[in-house]
């Protein structure tokens, strides 16, 4: 008689199968971010978003940050606190409270330092407003002695450690694509 062994409770099923390809459109919005065509990689992202969201995916809500980061980039502030919101909104939803609390943090912190102060306070209000009474503070990031690349090698999207699902001590998963990311020591 043979006995398997069976998986630990805990690990996720996720890190068993190889993540999907990246979609050519997020590869191709990435790349527009990044040289700086923002009204395109804004376009690009919220379709994206939104063909997420209709499947109910979790890359919805990063994908409609990201919108909003590029569309305040390209000078259109009042369309990019709306996708600001969405995604913070999708956050809270789908039960992720503290990466809705830490990117809500981030996204008034990047506000005000683009001195945008008014859109940065109706931000944290609004913030303050989808987190229910009593939910938990985001707090520090446990200190990691990893460190992750600033951009996923698969997909070429923005990383930050204190957004992102850890897999184990030194892989995460990209929040827009899934590809396992390694960090370094």
Not at 41 to 63: C, D, F, H, K, S
Not at 132 to 143: I, L, V
Not at 149 to 158: D, L, M, R
């Amino acid at each position: 008689m043979a006995f398997f062994r069976r998986r630990p409770l805990g690990r996720p099923l996720r890190r068993l199968f190889p993540p999907p390809p990246v979609p050519p459109k997020l590869l191709q919005a990435n790349r527009l971010l990044a040289s700086g065509d923002y009204p395109a990689a804004a376009e690009a992202l919220e379709q994206l978003a939104q063909g997420a969201e209709r499947r109910g995916l979790p890359q919805a809500a990063p994908l409609y940050l990201q919108a909003g980061h590029a569309r305040i980039l390209a000078g259109d502030t009042p369309t990019g606190m709306g996708s600001l919101r969405r995604g913070l909104a999708l956050f809270v939803y789908t039960g992720r409270l503290q990466r809705a609390h830490r990117a809500g943090e981030r996204i008034v912190a990047e506000l005000r330092a683009r001195g945008l102060t008014a859109e940065a306070e109706e931000m944290a209000t609004y913030l303050w407003s989808l987190l229910p009474a009593g939910s938990p503070a985001a707090g520090p990031e446990p200190s990691r002695r990893t460190r992750l690349p600033t951009h996923c090698p698969a997909c070429g999207a923005p990383l930050r450690p204190d957004e992102t699902d850890w897999l184990d001590e030194v892989t995460a998963e990209c929040p827009y694509c899934g590809s396992p990311v390694r960090g370094t020591e």
